[in-house]
Every structure is written in structure tokens, then in C-alpha cells.
């Protein structure tokens, strides 16, 4: 059997673009020999201390309580069980566009929770900080390996860790396979810090 290559991805589960990625990443793991790992990060842990418009802030300190949740599971559980959760969450926040909903959050957090099969408990993480030093920890993890200029996701693989890729649509099939191969060999090459151009699509879902 062959050995497969540990992926550690870091995502806040309202962020749009990290939602992309990770499904790209689903696919990349149909054809080339890796093991996503899935970690949380916080959009608002990440802007608390920038100067962002306050409507965007508003936004972000909403999206808390999903990762308290997915904290509190990541604490319980195994890295399958957190990414069948966000699968669970980011289909109802981006491919149903609850996003738009923060009033509904708490209906669409024991929807995921019931639908990947988890304990209805672990919405009190929500409004709880209970988890919140773990979330830190986990967060600065992943923001620590890439700098304070980027933001979610973040991927690392043998040592090497960048931002994005931002991408829209997710590639499929072996389109995936060779933006993977792509994004590591130029990730991996030692002095090579940035490539972009400005994005001219709003992320398509599936």
C-alpha cells in the first residue's frame, strides 16, 4: 500500500475561499497519495488587532461560535471525524448560502452536528470559552508557519507550509492532481514567497 503523504489544512468554516480549497484538496487526495489532517484557525483571532472595516469585524465575531464547535470536536475527535464536520457546516454556509443567516447559526450548528453523526452537546461550545485557548493554540499553529499577512486557509506538507491556493471553481480529477503538483513544487522551492493577481470571480460552488 502506498504511503500517504500527511496535509494539514487550517480553515475558519465561514471563510468562502478556505471552503474551496478544501474541496479541491478532497479531490487532490482521489489521486495523489495524501491525507488531509484539518485544523481550525478563527478570521476573527486573525483580525482582532488589524485595522478591518467594523461591518467585516461584525461579520467575523458572529463566526465564533463554529469554531468553538469544531474546537470542541477537534479536542474529542480524530481529524476525520473535524473534517466530516466541516463538510457538514461549509455545505450549509456556502453551497445552501446560509451564510447570509448568522441569526440561524445555532439551527445550522445541530443540523451539521446531527447530519456527521456527533453529539447535539457540543453546540454549547458556542457561546462557551471554554474552548477558546485550544482555538488560540490551534490557530496561532497554523498562521505561526506562514506569517501574519495571509489568512485562511493555510496548508502545510513536509515542512513547507503557504497561504491558499485561492481558487474558484475547485479543480477536479487529475486538474487537481496537477495544480497540487504545481503549488508543492513552487512552494517548496527554497526563496520563492509570493505569486498573485487579482481575483475576478466570487468562489463557485458545486
Known amino acids: 500500500m502506498t504511503e500517504r503523504t500527511p496535509?494539514?489544512?487550517?480553515?475558519?468554516?465561514?471563510?468562502?475561499?478556505?471552503?474551496?480549497?478544501?474541496?479541491?484538496?478532497?479531490?487532490?487526495?482521489?489521486?495523489?497519495?495524501?491525507?488531509?489532517?484539518w485544523h481550525v484557525m478563527s478570521l476573527k483571532v486573525l483580525n482582532e488587532d488589524k485595522d478591518v472595516p467594523e461591518s467585516y469585524r461584525t461579520m467575523v465575531e458572529r463566526t465564533i461560535g463554529m469554531v468553538r464547535v469544531v474546537t470542541a470536536v477537534q479536542q474529542k475527535h480524530d481529524s476525520e471525524t473535524v473534517g466530516r464536520l466541516y463538510t457538514e457546516l461549509g455545505t450549509r454556509l456556502h453551497n445552501q448560502g446560509r451564510a447570509k443567516e448568522p441569526e440561524k447559526f445555532s439551527e445550522l450548528v445541530a443540523e451539521a452536528l446531527e447530519a456527521a453523526g456527533l453529539d447535539q452537546g457540543f453546540a454549547d461550545a458556542m457561546d462557551s470559552e471554554e474552548f477558546d485557548e485550544a482555538l488560540r493554540a490551534s490557530h496561532n499553529d497554523g498562521i505561526d508557519r506562514v506569517g501574519q499577512e495571509v489568512g485562511t486557509p493555510v496548508i502545510s506538507v513536509d515542512g513547507v507550509a503557504f497561504f491558499g491556493p485561492v481558487i474558484s471553481p475547485a479543480p477536479k480529477g487529475e486538474a487537481a492532481g496537477r495544480l497540487w503538483d504545481g503549488v508543492r513544487l513552487v512552494a517548496g522551492t527554497d526563496g520563492f514567497f509570493e505569486l498573485k493577481r487579482s481575483r475576478t470571480r466570487a468562489p463557485i460552488f458545486d
Open 7 to 37: 496535509v494539514d489544512l487550517w480553515f475558519d468554516p465561514f471563510c468562502p475561499f478556505a471552503w474551496m480549497t478544501s474541496r479541491w484538496l478532497l479531490e487532490v487526495e482521489k489521486v495523489r497519495p495524501i491525507e488531509p489532517r
